[in-house]
């Protein structure tokens, strides 16, 4: 623990520091500024990239392993619905709690804010298209194994590996079982990396905010601090009902989980990248007793399924959108809007910035500017600080609780 501690304070005085030098290049020398962001984001970068390289290995060996180790079919699906169950009422929850605080709250009316320069958005807009189920079974059905491997496409990865996983496990123990130790093997050691890699953590979330700061200043705070402040509220009251439901569901325990992700907490808050931290966070939570089969099944699932942070932000977003417009939109067409993100929010998780491009393909569908996303682009990278380690929280809790009603929550390991 002494060594967890030490990454944490480090990760810590490295988001300070990163944010004192940001702004001493943005006011010093702020003709450099973006060549210097440009130059220092690369040991984000550096991070990213080595988290990266092991997410793909990481989720094939453990969820083969975890699901093969399930010899009982029933078992798979038992653990599967009560997945899909938190995962539904979580997202339901989230895209509710977006659309009535953000109703509340009115950001949209109280502020009127520039519209930024709108090359990014229109980028953006162009690149999005309208949802469709030819898209959606694309997205999860993978064309070639090695193409989602070289992708990092994880709902693919995850796809194929239950199927694997499940005929892995119908093949018998003669036949089966040198594979899942093979695979239990390369699970471990890439666990073990996860250790190393982690300590490059403090340059990347070093690299990554000083490169923000530099490039927008501290004047970004004050333009955007009715936004950030009435969106970072949303998320303190997600965090609480999420933390009420784990409470429910685990007890005394819940403080446990608190402390255990911490530090990948602060992390996914730091570089913007709940995946990031999925290698640390199976190790943590392996650690505190939940039982490897769920957390190697659960929580890459999660990853696909179960983004609550980012579901609450579409719906405060868009409706944001719509207010800065001036656009009314009915109750009706407003719970229509939350149904329609329940569902195309499934379909592209894991895709660089997905937030932001069903948000524009909501916007279009319910003649909503889509453009309008260019007002939120030059804060999204602070917005998406708080969606990214909310999604963390509620991966967390989803996997722990699944794990607590399929009575299989241990005491910690250390």
């Keep these: 623990m ?22 001493y290049v943005h006011i010093e020398h702020r003709d450099t500024a973006a060549s210097f962001a440009k130059n220092i984001k690369v040991l984000g970068t550096l991070f990213i990239r080595l988290i990266q390289m092991i997410i793909a290995p990481l989720v094939f060996t453990t969820l083969v392993a975890g699901i093969s180790k399930m010899s009982d079919t029933s078992m798979i699906g038992r653990v599967g619905i009560k997945a899909m169950l938190w995962f539904i009422t979580a997202s339901f929850v989230s895209l ?57 496409e994880i709902l693919q990865i995850v796809v194929f590996s239950i199927m694997f996983g499940i005929a892995l496990s119908q093949l018998g123990e003669k036949y089966s079982a040198p594979v899942i130790k093979g695979l239990d093997i390369c699970a471990h050691a890439i666990l073990k990396m996860v250790g190393y890699i982690m300590w490059v953590a ?17 004047e970004i705070f004050t333009v955007y601090a009715v936004y950030l402040k009435d969106f970072f ?73 179960n983004l609550d942070g980012s579901m609450m932000y579409m719906t405060f977003a868009s409706i944001f959108i719509s207010q ?37 393909a909501a916007c279009s569908m319910f003649n909503i500017p889509p453009e309008g996303i260019a007002l939120i682009l030059p804060i999204d990278h602070f917005c998406d600080m708080g969606r990214s380690m909310t999604n963390v929280l509620g991966n967390a809790l989803a996997t722990t609780a699944v794990s607590k009603w399929e009575g299989q929550l241990k005491e910690s390991k250390n």
């Design 202 to 218: 403090p340059l990347g979330v070093l690299g990554a905010v000083a490169a923000v700061v530099a490039t927008n200043g501290f």
């Design 324 to 360: 800065i417009y001036g656009v009314d939109m009915s109750l009706q067409q407003q719970i229509t809007m939350l149904l329609v993100l329940m569902l195309t929010s499934k379909g592209i998780a894991g895709v660089p910035r997905a937030s932001l491009v069903i948000i524009v």
């Design 2 to 23: 002494k060594g967890q501690n030490k990454l944490f304070l480090a990760i810590a005085a490295s988001l300070i520091l990163g944010v004192a030098i940001g702004g």
């Design 233 to 305: 509220f949303a998320l303190v009251v997600l965090w609480l009902v999420l933390c009420f439901g784990g409470y429910l569901v685990l007890g005394k325990r819940l403080f446990e989980v608190l402390r255990r992700i911490k530090e990948p907490l602060l992390i996914a808050f730091s570089t913007t990248s709940s995946e990031a931290v999925f290698p640390k966070l199976v190790k943590e939570l392996e650690d505190m007793g939940c039982n490897e089969k769920i957390v190697s099944f659960v929580l890459p699932l999660g990853y696909s399924f």
């Design 96 to 152: 509710f709690i977006g659309l009535v605080l953000v109703n509340w709250l009115e950001p949209g009316h109280i502020t009127k804010l520039p519209i930024q320069d709108p090359s990014s958005a229109i980028e953006l807009v162009g690149s999005s298209k309208e949802f469709s189920l030819e898209d959606f079974v694309k997205h999860i059905v993978p064309k070639s194994l090695f193409e989602a491997f070289a992708t990092n």
